[in-house]
T-cell receptor
Framework: AQKITQTQPGMFVQEKEAVTLDCTYD???????LFWYKQPSSGEMIFLIYQGSYDQQNATEGRYSLNFQKARKSANLVISASQLGDSAMYFC????????????WGAGTKLIIKP | DGGITQSPKYLFRKEGQNVTLSCEQNLNHDAMYWYRQDPGQGLRLIYYSQIVNDFQKGDIAEGYSVSREKKESFPLTVTSAQKNPTAFYLC?????????????FGPGTRLTVL
């Protein structure tokens, strides 16, 4: 069974609009962490934001925020005021204590920002 | 500047040849990882090492080998036993165990088997 599901293979968004990238996860471990990474066309993975399963508040980092809905096992990435440079692949990943803290990755969402 | 370097950026190999991908980090991280990425897919873990002279198989270790003789270096050898080695390979490092520490990535090596 898929542990990380990203249901949007691709998205087109108008520049300056907000965008939400979906991520659902599956775990029975009460202690886990959720990550979002950006992969531009150059290939390097860039860390964006982290949310721990016990964190009471949603994580925010600049224009990035994580909409964490624990009961729904959802960890959507929200990018406010999108920019052309946001065009990239975006990956959701999870780390569980059960899995020796290794990262489990979703298939990614390709985001294209239109001018 | 601290970071992770991978070389070469592009690598071409004939079938039946072994090739070694280099990964070096100067972040003083204990843990290092090798991932494989195929088009349209997420990352899959090949091998990881949490300390010098120790490493563990990931989900797709068959046909690959690694060594960790120095903290800074974690080379990956793609052997002729790997049936479909054409892919993008990413090396990463992190401070070690625990939930919160993010992994830092190198720029990747794109391997093509001719």
């Amino acid at each position: 069974a898929q542990k990380i599901t990203q249901t949007q293979p691709g998205m087109f968004v108008q520049e300056k609009e907000a965008v939400t990238l979906d991520c659902t996860y599956d775990t029975s471990d009460p202690s886990y962490g959720l990550f979002w990474y950006k992969q531009p066309s150059s290939g390097e993975m860039i860390f964006l934001i982290y949310q721990g399963s016990y964190d009471q508040q949603n994580a925010t980092e600049g224009r990035y925020s994580l909409n964490f809905q624990k009961a729904r096992k959802s960890a959507n990435l929200v990018i406010s005021a999108s920019q052309l440079g946001d065009s990239a692949m975006y990956f959701c990943a999870m780390r569980e204590a059960y899995s020796n803290y290794q990262l489990i990755w979703g298939a990614g969402t390709k985001l294209i920002i239109k001018p | 500047d601290g970071g992770i370097t991978q070389s070469p950026k592009y690598l071409f190999r004939k079938e039946g040849q072994n090739v070694t991908l280099s990964c070096e980090q100067n972040l003083n991280h204990d843990a290092m990882y090798w991932y494989r990425q195929d088009p349209g897919q997420g990352l899959r873990l090949i091998y990881y090492s949490q300390i010098v002279n120790d490493f563990q198989k990931g989900d797709i270790a068959e046909g690959y080998s690694v060594s960790r003789e120095k903290k800074e270096s974690f080379p990956l050898t793609v052997t002729s036993a790997q049936k479909n080695p054409t892919a993008f390979y990413l090396c990463a490092s992190s401070t070690g165990g625990g939930l919160a520490g993010e992994q830092f990535f190198g720029p990747g090596t794109r391997l093509t088997v001719l």
